[in-house]
């Protein structure tokens, strides 16, 4: 039996027009701007915060990602697809996928088999141009401060071995990581070392996505600090104002888009930042909006709960006055054999001893997310070689543990049917809610000491080591008055540790931080472990080779 493949599903569906799904919201056609039949920007004026404070907000977050996927995604448009099924009015909330990883290794992010949004091509390609928008603002301020710095007349007196800003491109390119601008004599700027990240790493779309409206987007992007003067005095983005200009050109970026799933059900889609090295959450304004508009609101934060759940509710979350209802953790139980230590090639093949090693890794983030006082629901996404024992295994585990619901999730297989019961779940969950979360740390906390909540408290380290260089940030930290501001850990997202190699459940490790940079726009701190990059390269076989287009426009090969 052939199985159609994502992009097929996602092209025999016959989706209504944008106007009936923002009718389901309470919307009006004339409240809409469209884009096209099917694509629409929400104005920001529906927000309606008493109604935000009184409906549901679900946090689906995963165990630590391997090679085999989870379907976090993919579980969250499902979990949706299921709530409206037994009668809630539900609308999920998510990013916006990037151009890196769409050409580079995944080949898409709009959800998978019968569980997606769409439209499926133009969500995971151009979509409505935010990022081309993000783009735009990120470099024009690069491009302000080379000029002040040629400057002879205006010039703020940056050291240029002080700026850190780079430029943007959303595309994995790893020869544009580190480069030399300026060249080509007098003419061509003063030379210095540059380089580009991935659009996703900018910290324009880490403040679009704290922004409350374009008034805050404007202040924000004004107080971003891009470097000092020799006598150490911090220049920021306003000083040579750019913020007006960077600003207007996200006038429109900063609404969200509302799309529909499969089901006919309300998507909204907005921002895109990586979890790993930003906070990995969709925007405070698309939030508020769904939660305006929908009594159940359900959003996803990026990769494991270590990364993407910690930020949502330390950062997000204290930003926007939120607190969720109840967290789904995603599994599978391929992943969790690779975090018992079976090979990647064997993964299909039953293994009871590695299941059971691996579902550390599972236990950890669920006593992660009880640490912040919410309820958590196991949504075990179902494999066609996952057998009878292993998801029995997974489920008594689960129902060992206290106030643990776990829920089988069929939802690629077969929609909204195949997660009803996981929407039972929740609902059962969020009506046992005992109030609202308990952060991590006080944000009046040293910064050391917040890291090392972080480190100690939820991936389980040992002990953490600053580094020469991180001692000399946390001074110039304090120096600029910033140590108030909550923290964005920069680490692998393969690993509760700062080493990708160590599976399942790590403990006594020692946590290095190597230095820390100041999102001083976005409104926090990023201590960095390990090595990270900010421009991805492309794999021996990138996804753009396999993705096509024929003479009448119909896209092939996107997953």
Same mark, same amino acid.
């Given at each position: 039996?052939?199985?159609?493949?994502?992009?097929?599903?996602?092209?025999?569906?016959?989706?209504?027009?944008?106007?009936?799904?923002?009718?389901?919201?309470?919307?009006?056609?004339?409240?809409?701007?469209?884009?096209?039949?099917?694509?629409?920007?929400?104005?920001?004026?529906?927000?309606?915060?008493?109604?935000?404070?009184?409906?549901?907000?679900?946090?689906?977050?995963?165990?630590?990602?391997?090679?085999?996927?989870?379907?976090?995604?993919?579980?969250?448009?499902?979990?949706?697809?299921?709530?409206?099924?037994?009668?809630?009015?539900?609308?999920?909330?998510?990013?916006?996928?990037?151009?890196?990883?769409?050409?580079?290794?995944?080949?898409?992010?709009?959800?998978?088999?019968?569980?997606?949004?769409?439209?499926?091509?133009?969500?995971?390609?151009?979509?409505?141009?935010?990022?081309?928008?993000?783009?735009?603002?990120?470099?024009?301020?690069?491009?302000?401060?080379?000029?002040?710095?040629?400057?002879?007349?205006?010039?703020?007196?940056?050291?240029?071995?002080?700026?850190?800003?780079?430029?943007?491109?959303?595309?994995?390119?790893?020869?544009?990581?580190?480069?030399?601008?300026?060249?080509?004599?007098?003419?061509?700027?003063?030379?210095?070392?540059?380089?580009?990240?991935?659009?996703?790493?900018?910290?324009?779309?880490?403040?679009?996505?704290?922004?409350?409206?374009?008034?805050?987007?404007?202040?924000?992007?004004?107080?971003?600090?891009?470097?000092?003067?020799?006598?150490?005095?911090?220049?920021?983005?306003?000083?040579?104002?750019?913020?007006?200009?960077?600003?207007?050109?996200?006038?429109?970026?900063?609404?969200? /888009?509302? !799309?529909? &799933?499969?089901? @006919?059900?309300? +998507?909204?889609?907005?921002?895109?930042? $990586?979890? =790993? *090295?930003?906070?990995?959450?969709?925007?405070?304004?698309?939030?508020?909006?769904?939660?305006?508009?929908? /009594?159940? !609101?359900? &959003?996803?934060? @990026?990769?494991? +709960?270590?990364?993407?759940?910690?930020? $949502?509710? =330390? *950062?997000?979350?204290?930003?926007?006055?939120?607190?969720?209802?109840?967290?789904?953790?995603?599994?599978?139980?391929?992943?969790?054999?690779?975090? @018992?230590?079976?090979?990647?090639?064997?993964?299909?093949?039953?293994?009871?001893?590695?299941?059971?090693?691996?579902?550390?890794?599972?236990?950890?983030?669920?006593?992660?997310?009880?640490?912040?006082?919410?309820?958590?629901?196991?949504?075990?996404?179902?494999?066609?070689?996952?057998?009878?024992?292993?998801?029995?295994?997974?489920?008594?585990?689960?129902?060992?543990?206290?106030?643990?619901?776990?829920?089988?999730?069929?939802?690629?297989?077969?929609?909204?049917?195949?997660?009803?019961?996981?929407?039972?779940?929740?609902?059962?969950?969020?009506?046992?809610?005992?109030?609202?979360?308990?952060?991590?740390?006080?944000?009046?906390?040293?910064?050391?000491?917040?890291?090392?909540?972080?480190?100690?408290?939820?991936?389980?380290?040992?002990?953490?080591?600053?580094?020469?260089?991180?001692?000399?940030?946390?001074?110039?930290?304090?120096?600029?008055?910033?140590?108030?501001?909550?923290?964005?850990?920069?680490?692998?997202?393969?690993?509760?540790?700062?080493?990708?190699?160590?599976?399942?459940?790590?403990?006594?490790?020692?946590?290095?931080?190597?230095?820390?940079?100041?999102?001083?726009?976005?409104?926090?701190?990023?201590?960095?472990?390990?090595?990270?990059?900010?421009?991805?390269?492309?794999?021996?076989?990138?996804?753009?080779?396999?993705?096509?287009?024929?003479?009448?426009?119909?896209?092939?090969?996107?997953?």
């Amino acid at each position: 039996m052939s199985v159609k493949s994502d992009l097929e599903i996602a092209q025999a569906a016959v989706p209504q027009h944008i106007n009936n799904i923002a009718s389901k919201l309470g919307i009006s056609e004339e409240q809409l701007e469209h884009y096209g039949k099917h694509k629409a920007k929400l104005p920001l004026d529906l927000i309606d915060e008493e109604a935000v404070a009184k409906n549901n907000l679900i946090l689906v977050t995963a165990i630590t990602p391997t090679p085999s996927g989870e379907g976090k995604t993919t579980t969250s448009i499902g979990l949706t697809e299921g709530l409206n099924k037994i009668g809630k009015e539900a609308t999920v909330v998510l990013r916006e996928p990037s151009l890196g990883p769409v050409f580079g290794m995944k080949g898409g992010a709009a959800g998978g088999g019968y569980s997606q949004v769409i439209p499926m091509e133009d969500i995971n390609l151009h979509f409505t141009g935010d990022f081309g928008a993000i783009e735009k603002a990120n470099n024009l301020l690069a491009a302000l401060i080379d000029n002040n710095i040629q400057s002879k007349k205006r010039s703020l007196g940056i050291d240029p071995r002080t700026v850190t800003w780079k430029r943007v491109m959303d595309m994995n390119d790893r020869a544009l990581r580190n480069i030399v601008s300026g060249m080509g004599g007098t003419a061509g700027g003063i030379m210095r070392e540059a380089g580009f990240n991935i659009t996703a790493a900018s910290e324009i779309m880490a403040i679009l996505c704290m922004a409350k409206d374009l008034a805050d987007l404007k202040e924000k992007m004004g107080n971003i600090h891009i470097g000092d003067t020799p006598d150490r005095k911090a220049i920021y983005a306003k000083d040579i104002n750019a913020n007006g200009a960077m600003a207007s050109l996200m006038k429109d970026a900063i609404k969200p /888009n509302l !799309v529909q &799933t499969l089901e @006919g059900n309300p +998507a909204i889609i907005h921002g895109g930042p $990586f979890a =790993n *090295i930003a906070q990995g959450t969709n925007s405070i304004i698309a939030t508020k909006i769904g939660l305006s508009r929908s /009594n159940y !609101v359900v &959003t996803e934060a @990026g990769f494991g +709960a270590d990364l993407g759940a910690e930020k $949502f509710l =330390n *950062i997000k979350c204290r930003y926007a006055g939120l607190s969720p209802k109840a967290v789904v953790i995603v599994a599978t139980v391929r992943a969790l054999k690779y975090h @018992g230590g079976q090979e990647l090639k064997e993964l299909k093949t039953e293994n009871l001893d590695a299941l059971e090693k691996g579902m550390k890794n599972l236990e950890k983030h669920i006593e992660n997310m009880w640490s912040f006082g919410l309820p958590v629901v196991v949504a075990i996404n179902k494999f066609i070689t996952d057998t009878d024992q292993e998801l029995a295994l997974i489920k008594d585990k689960c129902s060992g543990m206290s106030s643990v619901r776990v829920s089988i999730c069929e939802g690629w297989e077969f929609g909204g049917d195949g997660t009803t019961d996981l929407a039972e779940q929740v609902v059962a969950a969020v009506e046992n809610n005992l109030g609202k979360f308990k952060p991590t740390y006080d944000l009046e906390s040293p910064v050391k000491e917040k890291i090392e909540s972080v480190a100690k408290k939820i991936y389980g380290a040992s002990t953490v080591v600053f580094q020469p260089k991180a001692l000399l940030h946390l001074k110039k930290i304090a120096r600029l008055g910033l140590e108030d501001l909550p923290i964005c850990m920069a680490k692998t997202q393969y690993s509760f540790s700062d080493n990708p190699k160590l599976q399942g459940r790590p403990e006594g490790f020692e946590l290095v931080v190597r230095e820390i940079e100041i999102a001083s726009g976005a409104g926090f701190i990023i201590p960095i472990t390990g090595a990270m990059l900010r421009m991805p390269g492309l794999p021996a076989v990138p996804a753009a080779e396999g993705i096509d287009i024929d003479a009448d426009g119909n896209i092939t090969g996107l997953s």
